[in-house]
């Protein structure tokens, strides 16, 4: 049972129990990404969860990484495009030693300028260790293809021009901003005692509550191509149709479309394009759902020679699935791969915890497991083929990267 407990600041507490575990996750999530950043601060969320990590006024950053070896347990953090996670897991006898480390991680972090110094040249190195990998950037390329100017474009790792010039005062003022109660969701998972619920109330009412609203920015689809040369044994090509907001009726429907278009092994892109013509290596599809906006991608990586013919296999297959639609086979197939994925992926405290973690913040809504399963049960097959007419018949946006000087115009004709 999934219990929700709201302080007067704002901060809501989501606590699941489970007596049969001997492991607890604890997760600070935070209602803020690079989807909220302006462009001169394109980074700053990224940087901030670096910093959380680098010392406060009790504990050098070494003495924080040593602190969770010392339990055998685990502390890590990640920046979304429209949410951060801080987030440990140990044993049940160390929960309270784990939630004080983190609270003074969250509260307490001192942003000393040489660690300052340190990890901004931490974070230009993760940047190119991205741009290094030309099947990582060109999902980033195919967010500036379909979104534009919008910030649901701009990357999480930020803009080394503007990381550059990030002072202590830049990272305090954001978080002054975005660091408060209304965005603040505290989430907790299996076996823990009553003593550490009332040690998380008393810690995060120190949150500052709400200083002002902020509106989710606007991010309309727009597709267009985004071409970059790189030095590249492949080229990566990606294809962005319009998907669904996070909130959508049809989300079942979709994952149940994604599976059957590039989410398997058997699936349609992967046994037509690797298994029957040897085209890829890789190829895949993929969903991403936000507030307000979603993107359902395609992904192939394929030597220059044959981009063309790579290309001509995809539309074929994305042509097929909007006009005739998936079989009941794979519908069934696919309900019973989708409940299975969703029950093993609850079997560790750090799935549960991050999984009411990010439904409190993002849907204010917890169904149960039964609810969930009748719902994908319910999904019929006309829901589906009705949804991939709506967005495969769509013009895509497209990103490529490859070694040619020039766009491939044959490709894009």
């Known amino acids: 049972m999934i219990n929700r407990l709201t302080l007067e600041n704002g901060v809501r507490i989501m606590a699941e129990a489970n007596t049969d575990v001997r492991s ?4 600070i999530w935070v209602k803020t990404g690079s989807r909220n950043e302006e462009k001169k601060e394109n980074g700053i969320s990224h940087l901030i969860e670096h910093m959380l990590f680098k010392g406060t006024k009790t504990r050098s950053a070494q003495e924080i990484a040593e602190a969770f070896d010392r339990i055998g347990g685990q502390v890590n953090a990640f920046t979304a495009k429209e949410y951060t996670c801080y987030y440990a897991k140990v ?11 983190l609270q003074d991680m969250f509260f307490h972090s001192e942003f000393e300028e040489l660690e300052l110094y340190r990890e901004k040249n931490v974070v230009f190195e993760e940047i190119k260790m991205v741009e290094d990998t030309p099947d990582d950037i060109v999902h980033d390329l195919l967010s500036e293809a379909s979104y534009g100017s919008s910030s649901l474009a701009y990357p999480i790792l930020g803009d080394p021009h503007a990381l550059e010039s990030f002072t202590e005062k830049d990272l305090r003022d954001y978080m002054a901003r975005f660091y408060t109660g209304d965005r603040v969701v505290v ?8 003593a550490l619920l009332e040690a998380l ?5 120190q949150v500052p509550p709400r200083s002002q609203q902020f509106d989710v920015p606007c991010s309309t689809f727009q597709p267009t191509v985004k071409y970059r040369q790189k030095e590249s044994e492949q080229a990566h090509l990606c294809l962005g149709y319009p998907g669904l907001e996070i909130a959508s009726d049809d989300m079942f429907a979709l994952i149940l479309l994604n599976n059957s278009l590039g989410g398997s092994m058997s699936s349609r892109l992967f046994q037509t394009i690797r298994e029957e013509r040897g085209l890829c290596y890789s190829v895949f599809s ?17 030597q220059l020679s044959q981009l063309e013919e790579l ?5 074929a297959v994305t042509s097929s699935f909007a006009k005739q639609g998936m079989t009941q086979k794979e519908l069934e197939n696919g309900k019973e791969q989708l409940k299975g994925n969703l029950m093993l992926g609850l079997e560790s405290t750090n799935s549960r915890m991050s999984r009411n973690g990010k439904n409190e913040m993002l849907l204010q809504e917890h169904r149960t497991l039964d609810e969930l ?3 994908i049960n319910n999904v019929s097959i006309e829901q589906v083929n009705d949804l991939a007419r709506r967005l495969l018949e769509e013009k895509p946006a497209v990103s490529l990267i490859s070694s040619s000087e020039t766009i491939p115009t044959n490709v894009f004709a």
């Open 373 to 375: 399963v009748k719902d």
């Open 201 to 205: 109330k008393e810690t995060f009412a």
């Open 311 to 315: 290309m001509t296999a995809i539309e």
């Open 286 to 302: 993929y969903h991403s759902a936000y507030e307000h906006a979603g993107m359902l991608t395609l992904y192939a990586g394929t």
């Open 187 to 194: 989430s907790v998972a299996g076996h823990f005692n009553e």
């Open 24 to 27: 607890v996750s604890i997760g």
């Open 91 to 101: 044993l049940d006898e160390h929960a309270e030693f784990a939630l004080d480390v």
